[in-house]
């Protein structure tokens, strides 16, 4: 029996699974998805107080829609013989979806690096959450004023004093100018410290040293610099780009036999962009990707990754969010309003459960179903 292996239950690999199962029908193929977790984790959500709640289990995703689930980490692909290592046991395929996400990019000789926290991971927020749990008016420095920096900082501002920490000049460098004044604005009305310009250069027992030689309270140091793409990629091409990815077509093939989806793939978003390491493209990515590894298994006609409208909400904590649309991030909502948008679309990124024809409904929407708010009138709503 032909046999479709996903690498990694993120949104990517979810998705992909689904993906396959959505082209497979009634067809005699096996598809089996690899990853170590019995958990989709709800990886944006992490910042939240309450990170624990932000998974959901696979097998209500997986075993109704015929999907198997083996619990393994893969070490190992070979591309030549057409299998993987999982937890030492070979697994052969005939397509391979690459979806095993990214990682935090850890400092390289920071003294005190064992002491930093991070929530890249559950179990890394979670870490964080019990550290801090019976701490009041703590002390958090956060180093990276990026977008997962700022949810983190603006989040942990209500538990205490937060100094954002970054070797920018500028708050948000990679979101542009676009929504700066309403990061600042918020960051004001929260009391979050900034030192910019400035990095951490070593994390102590109760406190961390700065660039410019100044010592500073820190009951936990938060580090959320740099993202990179799983290292198995490494195992597909000696082409990367600058985040570790995978090069793809459009149809998000990298290899005859495997395709790559979600924050492993290198995809085209237009003639200027290549999509973000975000769920709103990794869960298209990955419905399109598994498709396409089945699909292309049973001789039918493959689909073309055609991404929707780019958008972002980024959550500023009791400051509310700020919503923006378009690479130039022009700022549709903000403050309350903004929070809105960004409690819909973390409700909206919840798969469906326990109902195969709802899951293979979900698989079959393709365009970006998040929900842009507010929209202009001309254009017309995504695809449902």
């Known amino acids: 029996m032909a046999h479709v292996v996903i690498?990694?239950?993120?949104?990517?690999?979810?998705w992909s699974a689904a993906g396959a199962a959505l082209a497979r029908a009634g067809a005699d193929l096996r598809i089996t998805l690899i990853a170590p977790s019995e958990h989709l984790v709800l990886r944006p959500r992490l910042y939240e107080a309450k990170p624990d709640l932000a998974t959901v289990p696979l097998d209500p995703i997986l075993a109704p829609i015929g999907v198997e689930h083996l619990r393994a980490s893969v070490s190992t692909i070979d591309t030549d013989r057409r299998v993987v290592v999982a937890d030492g046991e070979e697994i052969g395929y005939d397509r391979l979806v690459l979806a095993a996400g990214s990682e935090l990019v850890r400092p390289l000789g920071l003294p005190g690096a064992e002491r930093l926290f991070d929530i890249d991971t559950l179990d890394g927020a979670l870490r964080l959450t019990d550290h801090l749990r019976d701490r009041e008016d703590c002390c958090v420095v956060v180093v990276g004023a990026g977008f997962v920096g700022l949810e983190a900082a603006t989040e942990l501002a209500g538990r205490g004093r937060v100094l954002l920490v970054d070797q920018s000049s500028v708050v948000g460098e990679q979101l542009g100018p676009g929504p700066r004044a309403e990061i600042e604005a918020a960051l004001d009305a929260l009391g979050v410290e900034r030192r910019l310009a400035t990095t951490v250069t070593e994390v102590g027992d109760g406190y961390a040293v700065l660039s410019d030689g100044a010592r500073v309270d820190a009951d936990a140091v938060v580090w959320s610099v740099g993202m990179r793409a799983s290292a198995l990629t490494r195992q597909i091409s000696d082409e990367l780009d600058h985040l570790g990815r995978v090069p793809v077509d459009h149809w998000l093939r990298a290899l005859p036999e495997v395709f790559a989806a979600g924050d492993t793939a290198a995809a085209a978003f237009d003639a200027e962009h290549t999509v973000m390491q975000a769920c709103q493209h990794a869960t298209p990515m990955g419905k399109v990707a598994g498709y396409n590894a089945a699909a292309d298994l049973l001789r039918?006609?493959?689909?073309?990754?055609?991404?929707?409208?780019?958008?972002?909400?980024?959550?500023?904590?009791?400051?509310?969010?700020?919503?923006?649309?378009?690479?130039?991030?022009?700022?549709?909502?903000?403050?309350?309003?903004?929070?809105?948008?960004?409690?819909?679309?973390?409700?909206h990124i919840h798969p469906p459960v326990d109902d195969a024809e709802q899951i293979l409904a979900a698989a079959d929407r393709v365009h970006i179903e998040l929900p842009f708010f507010p929209r202009p009138e001309d254009e017309p709503a995504p695809a449902a």
């Open 7 to 14: 690498i990694g239950g993120g949104f990517a690999g979810v």
């Open 300 to 347: 039918m006609p493959l689909r073309e990754f055609t991404p929707g409208p780019y958008v972002t909400c980024l959550d500023l904590g009791g400051a509310g969010a700020v919503f923006t649309r378009g690479w130039d991030r022009k700022v549709m909502a903000s403050g309350a309003e903004g929070k809105e948008v960004k409690k819909r679309i973390n409700h």
